[in-house]
């Protein structure tokens, strides 16, 4: 990666954009040739799940000896995929490392972030803390799905289903949101035995106004012509814990997988159209969900 670095690498990220044949897309994903990568790992250890971007965008570029491409990665439940593996440079590793920045503006804009990393003989250890309030989301609903993949867990048509929160939804015009995010990882793998688990959480407080005018053409009547104005309210949390084991003996393995996701969504919109009959509507939903799951497989 000497070759290709210039000084101007901040994140990880910054620095597979410039290796030959890799890219970023939009959402985050570590890209080969247009396809995307599997895993992406450190020292051969995984870091929360399918998600890339929580690695690449908050580890230095400069922790970094160097980067492998494997074809054929085994994950910790058996199945095979590609893996982009994040070599750690000896003097990061066995000790936390970390950064922290914030920025404060006009109208009380905030951000604010911090990660902190212990990498070493007895596993690696990550904690990521975001907060904002001009919509900019630690998570999107391409995470959300990817982060809560449950391995084998399908129905008879061979589809995962899992349900987003709405309020990561940004549809529409946004007028304000706020987010608290928090991550907490630990993973660790051997020739015998493997463990890789996470927890997340995101709440959110978004709002949105969508305003919309028709005008009546010749020939329509004039009840066509109006002035609408919707205000969307959402307020709501979401968690993922994800827990893996896999215990090798000789040519087979047990692997056991648990889950749990609380969900809470409060969803309140209310629009209002000005016309000849003013009409006046107002929808709420209140959602709340748990879901607990295991699995249980020996190869």
Same mark, same amino acid.
């Given at each position: 990666?000497?070759?290709?670095?210039?000084?101007?690498?901040?994140?990880?990220?910054?620095?597979?954009?410039?290796?030959?044949?890799?890219?970023?897309?939009?959402?985050?994903?570590?890209?080969?040739? !247009? +396809?995307?990568?599997?895993?992406?790992?450190?020292?051969? $250890?995984?870091?929360? %799940? %399918? $998600? @890339?971007?929580?690695?690449?965008?908050?580890?230095?570029?400069?922790?970094?000896?160097?980067?492998?491409? *494997?074809?054929?990665?085994? $994950?910790? &439940?058996?199945?095979?995929?590609?893996?982009?593996?994040?070599?750690?440079?000896?003097? /990061?590793?066995?000790?936390?490392?970390?950064?922290?920045?914030?920025?404060? !503006?006009?109208?009380? &804009?905030? /951000?604010? @972030?911090?990660?902190?990393?212990?990498?070493?003989?007895? %596993?690696?250890?990550?904690?990521? *803390?975001?907060?904002?309030?001009?919509?900019?989301?630690?998570i999107s609903f391409v995470d959300f799905h990817e982060m809560n993949t449950i391995?084998?867990?399908?129905?008879?048509?061979?589809?995962?289903?899992?349900?987003?929160?709405?309020?990561? $939804?940004?549809?529409?015009?946004?007028?304000?949101?706020?987010?608290?995010?928090?991550?907490?990882?630990? +993973?660790?793998?051997?020739?015998?035995?493997?463990?890789?688990?996470? &927890?997340?959480?995101?709440?959110?407080?978004? +709002?949105?106004?969508?305003?919309?005018?028709?005008?009546?053409?010749?020939?329509?009547?004039?009840?066509? &012509?109006?002035?609408?104005?919707?205000?969307?309210?959402?307020? %709501?949390?979401?968690?993922?814990?994800?827990?893996?084991?896999?215990? =090798?003996?000789?040519?087979?393995?047990?692997? /056991? @997988?648990? !889950?749990?996701?609380?969900?809470?969504?409060?969803?309140?919109?209310?629009?209002?159209?000005?016309?000849?009959?003013?009409?006046?509507?107002?929808?709420?939903?209140?959602?709340?969900?748990?879901?607990?799951? =295991?699995?249980?497989? *020996?190869?």
């Open positions: 990666i000497i070759a290709v670095k210039d000084g101007t690498e901040i994140t990880t990220e910054d620095l597979i954009k410039k290796l030959p044949g890799f890219d970023v897309n939009e959402n985050g994903k570590v890209t080969f040739k !247009g +396809s995307p990568i599997g895993q992406v790992l450190v020292d051969g $250890n995984e870091l929360f %799940g %399918g $998600n @890339h971007k929580i690695a690449t965008q908050n580890i230095a570029s400069d922790m970094l000896e160097g980067i492998d491409m *494997w074809q054929n990665y085994t $994950n910790i &439940s058996g199945s095979r995929s590609t893996a982009l593996n994040l070599k750690l440079k000896d003097k /990061y590793k066995n000790k936390i490392n970390g950064s922290i920045e914030g920025d404060y !503006g006009t109208k009380n &804009s905030y /951000y604010s @972030h911090l990660n902190l990393f212990r990498f070493g003989k007895t %596993g690696n250890l990550a904690f990521i *803390w975001d907060a904002n309030n001009i919509v900019k989301d630690p391995e084998n867990n399908v129905n008879e048509e061979g589809i995962i289903r899992r349900e987003a929160p709405s309020f990561l $939804n940004n549809d529409g015009k946004v007028k304000s949101k706020d987010n608290q995010f928090g991550a907490i990882q630990y +993973s660790k793998s051997s020739k015998t035995f493997s463990i890789s688990g996470y &927890s997340i959480f995101n709440n959110t407080q978004l +709002s949105k106004v969508l305003q919309t005018r028709r005008t009546a053409f010749a020939n329509q009547p004039l009840s066509f &012509s109006f002035d609408e104005t919707s205000i969307e309210d959402n307020q %709501g949390l979401f968690g993922t814990t994800q827990i893996k084991l896999r215990k =090798n003996f000789n040519d087979n393995f047990i692997y /056991y @997988h648990f !889950g749990y996701k609380p969900t809470k969504d409060n969803f309140n919109k209310r629009t209002e159209r000005f016309s000849e009959n003013d009409l006046f509507f107002d929808i709420e939903d209140k959602i709340k969900k748990q879901n607990l799951y =295991n699995f249980l497989s *020996w190869n």
